[in-house]
């Protein structure tokens, strides 16, 4: 070795893991593939070269398809409920503030009816209540067909 070259310092697997902040196994893949530059196989251990910060050098590949786990958006449930502390300020303080909240994803969008195109709306109308007193209801179209279940 002449004096214009200088010795290289190397490393294992377990110390360039610590280093890259790496699983050992993510490692000897990367030395396996040839990622990871100059690394080379003595026995049964890798030596792999550190650079003067002393972290070795990973060159940058392709990542491979993208995956397919989400490809399709996330349907996001809405809910509509309603709010009984509502009604009962409403009915309190004689006023018609809006009861049913509509929940779709993060956003909560507040009303007083709410129309679910060809399944019917539903309704809160403290003037105008059913013949049982109810002022919120649900109205269906009559096509519709329903299921009904008991809880025990």
């Not at 990622?35 to 392709?62: L, T």
């Not at 009604?87 to 004689?94: A, E, L, M």
Request: with cysteine.
């Amino acid at each position: 070795m002449s004096n214009t070259e200088t010795s290289q310092t190397y490393i294992g697997t377990n110390q360039a893991a610590c280093r890259l902040h790496l699983s050992v196994q993510r490692v000897r893949k990367l030395a396996i593939e040839g990622r990871i530059e100059e690394a080379f196989k003595e026995g049964r251990c890798w030596k792999i070269p550190v650079s003067a910060s002393g972290m070795p050098r990973i060159s940058r590949r392709n990542k491979g398809p993208k995956g397919s786990w989400r490809i399709h958006k996330q349907e996001i449930m809405t809910y509509i409920h309603v709010n009984k502390d509502k009604i009962r300020d409403n009915q309190t303080n004689k006023t018609h503030k809006p009861v049913i909240s509509v929940k779709m994803g993060q956003k909560t969008v507040l009303c007083n009816e709410v129309k679910i195109p060809c399944v019917g709306r539903f309704v809160y109308d403290p003037e105008h209540p059913k013949n049982c007193g109810a002022t919120i209801w649900f109205d269906i179209e009559p096509d519709i067909p329903l299921q009904m279940s008991i809880f025990a």
